[in-house]
């Protein structure tokens, strides 16, 4: 009998001959072959047109779907209006004269890139969650029984304080307590039914991804459907209450005297539970409370800002106050629940101040794209803390460390780079992947914008490229962000101002879409606000998580609140 544990390391045989080692296949017929059978496989079907590869390249050849309406012939295009393949008869016939075609392998490759991303989101978040879900609940059922237990001890002790009149009334509470228990244990285990047959459910969702990802048959892809929505979509937490007995002391009634119990609960509490993620934060003292995302956002106030030409920039100095600027040479300070003009600061070149930021001792940062500065103001006096050669700065931002990090694009507009400073210091440049090739498009029109998440991931906006670029602490490439398919007024992603909150959410303004987006750390996309938003352009948070969006035309910003 072979070993098991070297049955893999056998040679494949040919599947005609059941003797030779394969080093032929069709990929028509998914048939392995020796080189002998070749042809007595083409004699055996000669209406199919056979394609032949070396063994290691199977399933290399995409398998047409045959037309419907004209025999024998392959679809290699497709009709996006009709949604169906067509073939080059169907073309030919002026049936599809005028509509937009798609080369089959095309759809075929969207297709299949939809589907690994969804067994990757089946197999890497939802199903560990579900399995997570699960664990809690068998968790706090073990707990449900340990601490009933020990409601029923309470109550058996202080039984034991009073004679046999009253075992009857012991045995009655008891009861209750076991048919309250009994209740919750029940409806604990109907859930979790529910929660296991999902997460085999999934294990069957994942199972089918996994084997149409194998496949090049493009009729079978084609029919896969997708029930990853549903699983996204969490259970509601049953949350349990234990009753509490109450004892008495022994005197009077004895019914009322001896003790009640009080009722027990079970609450369905729909974000109790959340999407389980495979990036770890690093380790920075104690995690910040989780909040969720409110069901509707709301604008908390609005101030008008008094700028004559456009708003672009806003900055919270702190919970009361923020800076802002736009285009003219002056940055303004107003205060946020009186909507006044604190102070008002003028570049010292006179030029406009492309982005602001603030530093952890409260100074204000510009940037002076003209005069190829980065700018602190300390006590209403400029200092130039950093003069560029060759390159002019456009976005910067503080990091959690109280280093400066500046977008920059060189004189001749073909490169972009990041580079991070301690003091006039340069301590880090980011410019390129591992591939070499450039992680920031070039030719900026407008502003590039920056910010560092939570977990020290640094954020861009690249309106270029029409993507957000995150790299970790170290300059390597985790995502790209090109905004969701259903944007709000159906136009191209266009990324401008970039902020973070504490919970590692990335929200970045889509200047076309009159919207901002909302991301998580690893990319995911979470959720649009609007609010009715005019333009926006610039943004900001503040220590409370409220959003401050800077609106380009009615220069006016908004402070929304969108977390819970």
């Not at 020796?34 to 047109?49: E, I, M, N, R, W």
């Not at 406009?352 to 930021?357: Q, S, W």
């Not at 990041?418 to 210091?425: E, H």
Request: proline share 4%.
């Amino acid at each position: 009998m072979m070993d098991p544990r070297t049955s893999a390391q056998d040679l494949m045989r040919c599947d005609l001959c059941e003797t030779a080692v394969v080093q032929m296949h069709c990929d028509t017929c998914l048939v392995n072959l020796c080189t002998a059978c070749v042809g007595k496989h083409f004699s055996a079907d000669l209406s199919k047109p056979h394609k032949i590869v070396d063994f290691q390249d199977r399933k290399s050849t995409p398998i047409y779907p045959g037309c419907k309406t004209h025999d024998k012939e392959q679809c290699e295009m497709y009709c996006n209006k009709c949604d169906i393949p067509v073939c080059l008869s169907c073309l030919t016939s002026n049936q599809h004269l005028g509509h937009e075609l798609s080369k089959f392998l095309e759809v075929f490759n969207e297709k299949m890139e939809i589907i690994k991303q969804e067994h990757n989101e089946l197999n890497d978040k939802i199903y560990p969650t579900y399995q997570d879900i699960a664990s809690d609940l068998q968790n706090r059922m073990s707990q449900l029984e340990k601490e009933y237990g020990d409601l029923s001890t309470a109550i058996t002790k202080h039984g034991e304080d009073w004679h046999r009149e009253i075992d009857k009334l012991v045995k009655k509470l008891k009861a209750e307590v076991h048919e309250m228990k009994n209740t919750q244990l029940q409806t604990l285990q109907k859930h979790l039914d529910e929660i296991n047959q999902k997460i085999s459910d999934i294990k069957d969702e994942i199972n089918k991804f996994e084997t149409a990802i194998d496949c090049n048959d493009l009729s079978k892809l084609l029919s896969i459907t997708s029930n990853v929505l549903l699983y996204r979509n969490l259970p509601h937490k049953i949350m349990s209450s234990l009753p509490k007995f109450t004892p008495g002391k022994i005197q009077g009634e004895l019914c009322k005297l001896f003790g009640a119990l009080s009722s027990s609960s079970l609450i369905s509490d729909k974000h109790g539970y959340s999407m389980k993620t495979t990036q770890k934060s690093p380790e920075t003292g104690s995690s910040p409370p989780v909040k969720q995302l409110l069901d509707k956002p709301e604008t908390v106030t609005t101030i008008h800002t008094g700028y004559r030409d456009n708003l672009y920039n806003v900055v919270c100095l702190s919970d009361e106050e923020i800076w802002t600027s736009g285009y003219d040479s002056t940055t303004k300070l107003y205060s946020i629940n009186q909507g006044s003009l604190v102070k008002s600061i003028t570049t010292k070149s006179g030029k406009i101040p492309l982005d602001i930021a603030v530093k952890k001792s409260g100074d204000l940062v510009y940037t002076d794209y003209k005069d190829r500065t980065v700018n602190t103001v300390k006590n209403e006096k400029i200092e130039e803390v950093i003069r560029l050669q060759n390159w002019k700065p456009k976005g910067v931002c503080t990091t959690s460390s109280g280093d400066l990090l500046v977008i920059m694009v060189s004189d001749d507009d073909t490169q972009t780079k990041v580079v991070c400073y301690s003091g006039s210091t340069e301590k880090q440049s980011i410019q390129f992947d591992d591939k070499g090739k450039p992680l920031y498009s070039p030719r900026s029109l407008y502003n590039r914008y920056i910010t560092e998440n939570e977990n020290l991931d640094i954020c861009v906006s690249d309106d270029r490229a029409g993507a957000v670029v995150v790299v970790n602490q170290a300059g390597k490439l985790r995502f790209r962000y090109t905004g969701h398919t259903a944007a709000l007024k159906n136009t191209p992603f266009y990324p401008r101002g970039i902020t973070t909150d504490s919970q590692s959410h990335i929200l970045t303004v889509d200047v076309n879409n009159y919207c901002v987006h909302i991301i998580d750390q690893d990319g995911q996309f979470l959720r649009y606000l609007d609010c009715g938003l005019s333009r926006p352009w610039g943004l900001c948070i503040d220590t409370n998580d409220n959003l401050f969006v800077a609106q380009l035309w009615n220069k006016h910003v908004k402070k929304i609140k969108y977390l819970q």
